[in-house]
């Protein structure tokens, strides 16, 4: 026991030293972090696409602290570049894996809108892709010149969504998954349930990969000056040289990195090289109507949300979504809010706090408009269901307007182990409905009558929302998830496009002109320098700010000893899960 105390209080103090690094080194570039450097008359910005990036920037933390952005930030920038005169272009380095669907999509109508305002865009790849599809070329496809490295290989042959199947763990653990869904495409307990895909199941994602790929597709021929038929055949066909990439008309030129993007360098002149996420766009005029952004990414949850030190994030945290959305009600400067969902679900009751709130910022008279990201499906679809607008990519994961529920019953597995579970209960037949066995057929048709009450809510709330009955939204429904494109063909979104067409929805909405500049107030805004880090250390910017002066003058080992207390008395873990499609 002593020798696993003192390995366990080893590891401990490793982790506050690598803490105490990460602090020391962004302590050493505060100044960077906090100046304000004018930016070169002459700038092509570059952006690496094999970087991950969440959603939306981290509100605090030590990614806030170094300014990481959020893909929603990269896109907004893009936006402000096109009327930026100091931009003259864009250097992009290519994913080798992909971007996802939906990304691919809203960085391709960024290209465009690029090249369309005069500037130059000028993409390098290193092939490969894989059994990611083909967002990764899609991403990339509108450049002006899309370049290979020589060598590389490409594959980009179709798209394949991949399911888990866990029956026969089960069945060997002797477990049995006592869950019940509303209706046959709710897909998720079929992981625990079945071997392989209902034919519901299969329906549902096959559309999906079908209706992927042929968006893809199309995107792609179109950008490259092909038919939708000869870019379906070569791709199909298998692996790609980079020679051979080059003769089908998928890209332009072989050359290395560097050699791009000395051709970036020399198409804009004297230029300086800028990352995106370094670039600041002109600041809006002082007056000018303000939009609020509020987003929410990953699993649905009730509570406050926590935060870390690293992301610094709220998630998609009842509380802490829906306070945010009220906050950016409230303010009085505000004329629309634009709340940006990426999610698979989650709870229920936390997707019906969220939905509420935008309701109250209804009845403020500000019209709320939904960005759909990635997914926005089961939960993600409940706190969407209520705004004015609904905005999704084509690409966009969305639907699965269903409900399941239930449990593991685990006993006869732990009694195969020589574990017997026993218990005494008082009360009614259901107090004991989540314990170690099988369902009762009584427990099991009360299960079935609570996620029926459920279910009938949730399609009552988006009948009324998307102005159905509820009778056509049961028939869009079952659980089943959409592409948006086919979202949109069923009337459960309004509009095709990313971020940045939301926010022109936001102002059509709001009765501002569309030439009218407005300027993006985003809840809760993310913090800047030491203020970012005060919510894990349980201490004010300005002690922090404090104790890295002190620091400087007096040694490390007084900050080393500030961080060891400080750190010691957080503690918390985000625990959430749901189903997710992997496109690959």
Do not use: C
Not at 62 to 86: N, V
Request: net charge negative.
């Amino acid at each position: 026991m002593k020798t696993f105390l003192l390995s366990l209080a080893g590891a401990f103090a490793a982790l506050l030293l690598f803490l105490l690094i990460g602090v020391l080194t962004v302590s050493g570039i505060i100044g960077a972090a906090t100046a304000t450097e004018p930016q070169p008359d002459s700038l092509v910005l570059t952006l690496d696409l094999r970087e991950e990036l969440p959603d939306q920037a981290p509100t605090s933390g030590l990614a806030a602290f170094a300014g990481q952005p959020g893909f929603t930030t990269i896109i907004t920038r893009l936006k402000a570049a096109e009327t930026d005169d100091s931009v003259k272009g864009v250097f992009i380095r290519g994913s080798s894996f992909g971007v996802g669907s939906a990304r691919a999509e809203e960085l391709r109508a960024a290209l465009i809108g690029l090249r369309e305002n005069g500037k130059f865009v000028i993409a390098h790849t290193q092939g490969t892709f894989g059994g990611t599809g083909p967002s990764a070329l899609r991403a990339i496809s509108a450049a002006d010149e899309i370049w290979i490295q020589p060598g590389s290989d490409v594959f980009a042959t179709g798209i394949s969504l991949e399911t888990q199947f866990l029956k026969g763990l089960f069945d060997n653990l002797s477990i049995t998954p006592e869950i019940e869904a509303f209706y046959e495409y709710k897909n998720a307990p079929n992981s625990y349930q079945e071997e392989g895909f209902t034919e519901p199941h299969r329906e549902a994602l096959l559309e999906l990969a079908e209706d992927l790929w042929a968006i893809s597709l199309r995107d792609i021929a179109q950008d490259r000056n092909m038919t939708v038929e000869d870019a379906r055949i070569v791709l199909e066909s298998g692996a790609l040289s980079a020679d051979e990439f080059i003769e089908a008309g998928f890209a332009d030129t072989l050359g290395w990195p560097e050699d791009a993007r000395e051709a970036a360098e020399a198409r804009a002149g004297i230029a300086e090289l800028l990352d995106v996420a370094s670039y600041t766009p002109p600041v809006a005029r002082a007056g000018v109507p303000m939009i609020a952004v509020v987003g929410g990414q990953g699993p649905i949850i009730t509570g406050p949300g926590e935060e870390d030190i690293f992301g610094g994030s709220g998630g998609f945290a009842s509380d802490f979504i829906a306070a945010s959305i009220l906050d950016a009600g409230r303010n009085e400067s505000v004329r629309a809010v634009v709340f940006r969902v990426d999610s698979p679900g989650g709870s229920p009751t936390a997707s019906d706090q969220i939905w509420r709130a935008v309701e109250r910022v209804q009845e403020m008279g500000k019209p709320v408009v939904v960005s759909m990201g990635s997914v926005a499906a089961s939960g993600g679809y409940y706190v969407s269901t209520g705004a004015d607008e609904i905005v999704a990519n084509e690409s966009t994961i969305t639907g699965s307007i269903g409900i399941f529920g239930g449990k593991f019953a685990i006993a006869e597995g732990l009694g195969r182990i020589g574990i017997n579970i026993d218990n005494v209960t008082v009360g009614g037949e259901f107090a004991d409905a989540y314990g170690a066995d099988a369902f009762t057929d009584g427990q099991r048709a009360e299960v079935r009558e609570w996620l029926k009450r459920g279910y009938d809510r949730f399609t009552s709330l988006v009948a009324d929302g998307r102005g159905m009955t509820v009778d056509e939204v049961h028939d869009r429904a079952r659980g089943r998830v959409w592409s948006g494109v086919d979202a949109k063909e069923r009337g459960l979104v309004d509009t095709i496009g990313g971020f940045n067409v939301a926010v022109e929805r936001a102002k059509a909405l709001a009765e501002i002109d569309e030439d009218q500049e407005v300027r993006l107030l985003y809840f809760p805004a993310q913090k800047q320098g030491f203020e970012a880090l005060e919510d894990f250390f349980g201490a004010s910017s300005e002690s922090v700010r404090a104790a890295a002066v002190l620091s400087s003058i007096a040694g490390d080992e007084r900050l080393i000893g500030m961080i060891e207390e400080l750190a010691a008395i957080q503690s918390g873990e985000l625990r959430a899960s749901a189903p997710v499609i992997r496109e690959r």
